[in-house]
């Protein structure tokens, strides 16, 4: 499986966008980057995914590199309740149910 | 519309035991993983269940079981409790296993 790495830690201003990158230089054609976020004793929460073109949704952006090694999560306004563990995750189609989860990002948003 | 449960919320138990964790899916969702999470650590996979029938596994040993009922709801049977089994243990549900999965909040398991 390909891995990923991410920044240990971030902090970011609230009311600023945070700007999330992660590396996943061995990933593979059909594999798709997916983001969580985990709130402190809480399960962990979906945020987006993508294969190949930039996601947007309610929560945030993806962008993800056109050859694909390496994607940013943009939170487009924090807010101190987007304090949080952010995990990149990359997810072969041939292993659908596992998520390989690293160390994440601990992400810190500051008044 | 209720999202992923969990019961109970917390246990603790004494090395030796057994131990049975349930989980009720999201509405709709016909796919449950299972994940534990030690302290400081991100969650591991340890199995999925699709159509009543484990479908993948992770790295965990036989003393970790399940079963998944008509409903889709779940169970996490472990057998022979060790001290390191303590962790947080996640509940994953999706409408397929290719969807994207939503967790509950865990069962955190405290073995003395």
């Known amino acids: 499986d390909a891995k990923t790495t991410q920044p240990t830690s971030m902090d970011c201003a609230e009311g600023r966008a945070a700007n999330l990158p992660c590396n996943h230089s061995t990933i593979s054609g059909n594999e798709y980057v997916y983001w969580y976020r985990q709130i402190h004793s809480q399960g962990p929460q979906y945020i987006i995914h993508g294969l190949k073109n930039n996601e947007t949704n309610e929560m945030a952006s993806l962008i993800i590199t056109e050859d694909r090694k390496s994607s940013t999560l943009i939170l487009p306004h924090a807010t101190l309740r987007d304090t949080a563990v952010y995990y990149c995750?990359?997810?072969?189609?041939?292993?659908?149910?596992?998520?390989?989860f690293g160390a994440g990002t601990q992400v810190v948003v500051t008044p | 519309d209720a999202g992923v449960t969990q019961s109970p919320t917390h246990l603790i138990k004494t090395r030796g035991q057994q131990v049975t964790l349930r989980c009720s899916p999201k509405s709709g969702h016909d796919t449950v993983s299972w994940y534990q999470q030690a302290l400081g650590q991100g969650p591991q996979f340890i199995f999925q269940y699709y159509e009543e029938e484990e479908r993948q596994r992770g790295n965990f040993p036989d003393r970790f079981s399940g079963h998944q009922f008509p409903n889709y709801s779940s169970e996490l049977n472990v057998n022979a409790l060790l001290l390191g089994d303590s962790a947080l243990y996640l509940c994953?549900?999706?409408?397929?296993?290719?969807?994207?999965?939503?967790f509950g909040p865990g069962t955190r398991l405290t073995v003395t």
């Open positions: 995750i990359v997810r072969t189609t041939d292993s659908w149910g596992k998520l390989q």
């Open positions: 994953a549900s999706s409408p397929g296993p290719e969807y994207e999965q939503y």
